[in-house]
Nanobody, 123 residues
């Protein structure tokens, strides 16, 4: 059973940066596809970024491409999301997710979710 705990959220001004972490326990993340999703107030949860189990393949939503970078450290059992050039539109609860099945992760129905970490970007 995989447990995921996010950290690193907070409040930042537009143009600033934050680095989110997702620490996993209970199992090694090596065989898992992992990703970050976010949900803003009044909006549906959206896929932000996904990474392959080995870390060599990544996906980014158009809204964050060029500004966010996902990485996965299998040795540290941790997923990261470096967020730069933040805008108020990035304000949301950010969730870490994992699944051995890429399709389940892609469709937003992964086996494992973290509790989320909140990001607020002020203008």
């Amino acid at each position: 059973q995989l447990q995921l705990v996010e950290s690193g959220g907070g409040s930042v001004q537009a143009g600033g940066s934050l680095k989110l972490s997702c620490a996993a326990s209970g199992a090694t993340v090596s065989p898992y596809y992992m990703g970050w999703f976010r949900q803003a107030p009044g909006k549906e949860r959206e896929r932000v970024s996904v990474i392959s189990s080995g870390g060599g393949i990544t996906y980014y939503a158009d809204s964050v491409k060029g500004r966010f970078a996902i990485s996965k450290d299998n040795a540290e059992n941790t997923l990261y999301l470096q967020m730069n050039s933040l805008t108020p539109e990035d304000t949301a609860m950010y969730y870490c997710a994992a699944d051995r099945d890429y399709d389940r992760l892609w469709r937003g129905v992964p086996s494992y979710w973290g509790q989320g970490t909140h990001v607020t970007v002020s203008s």
